[in-house]
């Protein structure tokens, strides 16, 4: 098993899933595979067929009835399949595969008496080292993923909806700087807007939220007296709102977490001194932000913002996917 570790770890080092597998005859190993489909565009080649053809040409026989296989995961459907066909007499595989394993886990080819072989099964061996290279593989994939998504400007969730670009044809210009983070811890790689008068070296700064069925358009007069007077205001869109990402389950929506990424905002945005401006419909999340604040002073001032025509305060929203936010707010009862 230590030998096909080995050969998942190439696989790894080749970006393949990390699954390599042996072929032992008579106590010596004759071939080894490991995975290539993605650097072969061949959805078959997976470690154990790889070893199983190789050991068929090494011993010149496509019946392996004297081999034992050892493979890092436990075989697929197409991989068991191949075995019993070449009639190995045991399989020992290290890790489990909940979603596809055909050895117990989802199905069991090789508990099936109507074949005309049997071939025993023995798994668990060395199944933490196997496993740990399968989760830091899959670990990374997930990570350079949301980075690429990121960078990129598209949301890292299947389930985040972006507003079309054309819905906001019609809306006045911002005068105030629009910016987007999408890294912040608790994002998740979801995109924030958020505008941001400056200057950027301010440390404190007037934060503005908008209501539960507005967006930061409704603040522009009152950021854009900010930007005369000199004075830092942020404004961001919170998520589901405006132009940041909307997810489409109303689940999605917790007071606390809402708060949670303003925090980290404010902490990105390295304010140590923060009012926040927001209509009292918002008062619960006003209380929570200010109540987990531990690094940052805050207090809260309660002002209604300006009203904009109904086709900007609706721009964002064009259809129920992008309205989920609003149903979600109106059931919490604000």
């Given at each position: 098993?230590?030998?096909?570790?080995?050969?998942?770890?190439?696989?790894?080092?080749?970006?393949?899933?990390?699954?390599?597998?042996?072929?032992?005859?008579?106590?010596?190993?004759?071939?080894?595979?490991?995975?290539?489909?993605?650097?072969?565009?061949?959805?078959?080649?997976?470690?154990?067929?790889?070893a199983?053809?190789?050991?068929?040409?090494?011993?010149?026989n496509?019946?392996?009835?004297?081999?034992?296989?050892?493979?890092?995961?436990?075989?697929?459907?197409?991989?068991a399949?191949a075995?019993?066909?070449?009639?190995l007499?045991?399989?020992?595989?290290?890790?489990a595969?909940?979603?596809?394993?055909?050895?117990g886990?989802?199905?069991?080819?090789?508990?099936?008496?109507q074949?005309?072989h049997?071939?025993?099964?023995?798994?668990?061996?060395?199944?933490?080292?196997?496993?740990?290279?399968l989760?830091?593989?899959?670990r990374h994939?997930?990570?350079?993923?949301?980075?690429?998504?990121?960078?990129?400007?598209?949301?890292?969730?299947?389930?985040?909806?972006?507003?079309?670009?054309?819905?906001?044809?019609?809306?006045?210009?911002?005068?105030?700087?629009?910016?987007?983070?999408g890294?912040?811890?608790?994002?998740?790689?979801?995109?924030?807007?958020?505008?941001?008068?400056?200057?950027?070296?301010?440390?404190?700064?007037c934060?503005?939220?908008?209501?539960?069925r507005?967006?930061c358009c409704?603040w522009?007069?009152?950021?854009?007296?900010?930007?005369?007077?000199?004075?830092?205001?942020?404004?961001p869109?919170?998520?589901?709102?405006?132009?940041?990402?909307?997810?489409?389950?109303?689940?999605f929506?917790?007071?606390?977490?809402?708060?949670?990424?303003?925090?980290?905002l404010?902490?990105?945005?390295?304010?140590?001194?923060?009012?926040?401006?927001?209509?009292?419909?918002?008062s619960?999340l006003?209380?929570?932000?200010q109540?987990?604040?531990?690094?940052c002073?805050?207090?809260?001032?309660?002002?209604?913002?300006?009203?904009?025509?109904?086709?900007?305060?609706?721009?964002?929203?064009?259809?129920?996917?992008h309205?989920?936010?609003?149903?979600?707010?109106?059931?919490?009862?604000?």
């Amino acid at each position: 098993m230590r030998v096909a570790l080995a050969e998942a770890k190439a696989a790894e080092t080749a970006g393949e899933v990390p699954v390599g597998a042996v072929v032992v005859c008579q106590g010596r190993a004759v071939a080894t595979g490991r995975n290539a489909p993605i650097s072969t565009s061949d959805p078959t080649a997976h470690a154990e067929m790889l070893a199983l053809r190789a050991a068929a040409q090494q011993l010149g026989n496509y019946r392996l009835e004297d081999c034992e296989l050892f493979v890092t995961l436990e075989p697929c459907n197409m991989c068991a399949g191949a075995i019993l066909h070449a009639r190995l007499k045991r399989v020992v595989f290290g890790a489990a595969d909940l979603k596809t394993g055909a050895a117990g886990s989802v199905t069991n080819l090789f508990a099936i008496a109507q074949l005309n072989h049997q071939t025993q099964i023995q798994g668990g061996v060395l199944s933490a080292s196997c496993t740990e290279l399968l989760q830091r593989f899959f670990r990374h994939q997930r990570s350079s993923k949301r980075l690429e998504k990121i960078e990129s400007g598209r949301a890292l969730r299947d389930d985040a909806l972006r507003t079309p670009a054309q819905c906001f044809h019609n809306v006045p210009d911002l005068s105030v700087p629009s910016r987007y983070v999408g890294d912040l811890p608790s994002l998740n790689g979801l995109r924030l807007h958020y505008l941001d008068t400056g200057p950027v070296e301010a440390s404190s700064a007037c934060l503005y939220l908008h209501g539960p069925r507005d967006w930061c358009c409704v603040w522009q007069d009152q950021l854009t007296l900010s930007a005369q007077a000199g004075i830092r205001a942020i404004c961001p869109d919170l998520i589901g709102f405006g132009k940041s990402d909307k997810p489409k389950k109303m689940s999605f929506h917790q007071l606390q977490w809402h708060a949670q990424v303003t925090l980290e905002l404010v902490a990105r945005l390295q304010l140590d001194d923060v009012t926040l401006i927001l209509p009292e419909s918002m008062s619960q999340l006003a209380q929570l932000i200010q109540s987990s604040s531990l690094q940052c002073s805050i207090t809260t001032r309660y002002s209604q913002p300006q009203s904009v025509p109904l086709a900007t305060l609706l721009a964002p929203f064009p259809d129920s996917g992008h309205q989920a936010a609003w149903r979600a707010f109106d059931a919490m009862k604000l």
